[in-house]
């Protein structure tokens, strides 16, 4: 970030073309551009513009930053388990981190600090040794990943990291897999809630969201597998607001009735409109005016009071 007369400039030009929320990433690791959030939200609220802060929790680290907290995925193929370059969400050092990222956000009077996870933490992920002692001590039994992965005595080809067709999933995985991923993703989520209550005890005005994708309402089993993402489980924590992520090819043709319609379920569940906020990734912003934003959120068909925000704002 550079001076302050190009932070005034570079806000009123976001604010000059309708733009009322900033969403911006905080890294965890190493990283050369940093924020200076302080300055930011001064800035912004002057401006009548919100600042959202979000936070990463699958963020690539790079080799100098592990520090021995990085995640364990297994290779389906070679039945290995292998080290990843995702941090891994149980390790208590890690945790900490999250904590002290996330103190320093509320301190800086941030509107919001959203809990990401991109990559997701997807089937073959979360088998750290924090992950399997936490399964052992819950079950009392241990886990043996390349059990998880067999279906009627064959083992699951994994033809790509992370990527887990649906097809294949439905009914063939023994209940040890369903009780895994369930249990990986309340443990996520009580890592969450212990991150929460520590901030709020020091900044009781300290707001939280988690970004989720469509599948959580239209095909929550899908969810769970493949993002470790379960919407009813994730509305009974401390959550104000839930952010949908969508790819930008979601918003356009028959793809977008889902995004309405996943929008439009959470917020019956919520019986709250405000508390959902549907985020458009894309490689450029598909509106630069207000007019233009409630054309795209009209035809996706989101309700008075959701959220649209495009991913993609870079500081200056």
């Given at each position: 970030?550079?001076?302050?007369?190009?932070?005034?400039?570079?806000?009123?030009?976001?604010?000059?073309?309708?733009?009322?929320?900033?969403?911006?990433?905080?890294h965890l690791f190493g990283h050369?551009?940093?924020?200076?959030?302080?300055d930011l939200v001064k800035e912004?609220?002057?401006?009548?513009?919100?600042?959202?802060?979000?936070?990463?929790?699958?963020?690539?680290?790079?080799?100098?930053?592990?520090?021995?907290?990085?995640?364990?995925?297994?290779?389906?193929?070679?039945?290995?388990?292998?080290?990843?370059?995702?941090?891994?969400?149980?390790?208590?050092?890690?945790?900490?981190?999250?904590?002290?990222?996330?103190?320093?956000?509320?301190?800086?009077?941030?509107?919001?600090?959203?809990?990401?996870?991109?990559?997701?933490?997807?089937?073959?992920?979360?088998?750290?040794?924090?992950?399997?002692?936490?399964?052992?001590?819950?079950?009392?039994?241990?886990?043996?990943?390349?059990?998880?992965?067999?279906?009627?005595?064959?083992?699951?080809?994994?033809?790509?990291?992370?990527?887990?067709?649906?097809v294949q999933v439905r009914g063939?995985?023994?209940?040890?897999?369903?009780?895994?991923?369930?249990?990986?993703?309340?443990?996520?989520?009580?890592?969450?809630?212990?991150?929460?209550?520590?901030?709020?005890?020091?900044?009781?005005?300290?707001?939280?969201?988690?970004?989720?994708?469509?599948?959580?309402?239209?095909?929550?089993?899908?969810?769970?597998?493949?993002?470790?993402?379960?919407?009813?489980?994730?509305?009974?924590?401390?959550?104000?607001?839930?952010?949908?992520?969508?790819?930008?090819?979601?918003?356009?043709?028959?793809?977008?009735?889902?995004?309405?319609?996943?929008?439009?379920?959470?917020?019956?569940?919520?019986?709250?409109?405000?508390?959902?906020?549907?985020?458009?990734?894309?490689?450029?912003?598909?509106?630069?005016?207000?007019?233009?934003?409630?054309?795209?959120?009209?035809?996706?068909?989101?309700?008075?009071?959701?959220?649209?925000?495009?991913?993609?704002?870079?500081?200056?």
């Amino acid at each position: 970030m550079k001076s302050e007369a190009t932070l005034r400039s570079w806000v009123a030009s976001i604010k000059s073309n309708g733009t009322n929320t900033l969403l911006l990433q905080q890294h965890l690791f190493g990283h050369r551009h940093e924020i200076r959030w302080k300055d930011l939200v001064k800035e912004a609220h002057r401006q009548g513009i919100r600042v959202y802060a979000v936070l990463n929790l699958r963020e690539g680290m790079f080799y100098g930053d592990s520090r021995g907290w990085g995640d364990v995925r297994f290779n389906a193929d070679s039945g290995a388990l292998r080290p990843s370059r995702s941090p891994d969400l149980l390790h208590p050092e890690f945790q900490e981190s999250i904590k002290r990222a996330a103190l320093d956000l509320a301190t800086a009077g941030v509107d919001l600090i959203v809990f990401r996870f991109d990559p997701p933490s997807g089937p073959f992920d979360g088998f750290s040794q924090h992950g399997l002692d936490g399964f052992r001590r819950d079950f009392h039994h241990p886990l043996s990943p390349r059990k998880l992965f067999t279906s009627g005595g064959r083992p699951w080809t994994q033809d790509s990291p992370g990527v887990m067709p649906v097809v294949q999933v439905r009914g063939g995985f023994a209940p040890e897999f369903w009780r895994w991923v369930g249990w990986k993703n309340r443990e996520y989520q009580n890592v969450l809630d212990g991150v929460m209550a520590v901030v709020r005890q020091q900044q009781p005005g300290a707001r939280f969201g988690i970004e989720l994708h469509t599948d959580t309402m239209t095909n929550p089993r899908r969810a769970l597998v493949r993002y470790t993402e379960d919407f009813l489980e994730s509305r009974q924590r401390l959550f104000d607001r839930f952010i949908v992520a969508v790819p930008e090819r979601g918003v356009h043709g028959v793809a977008k009735s889902s995004v309405g319609q996943a929008a439009i379920e959470m917020t019956e569940l919520l019986d709250d409109p405000s508390m959902v906020f549907v985020l458009v990734s894309g490689r450029r912003p598909m509106w630069s005016t207000v007019n233009e934003a409630l054309i795209v959120k009209a035809s996706l068909g989101l309700q008075q009071g959701v959220g649209l925000g495009f991913r993609g704002h870079h500081v200056p």
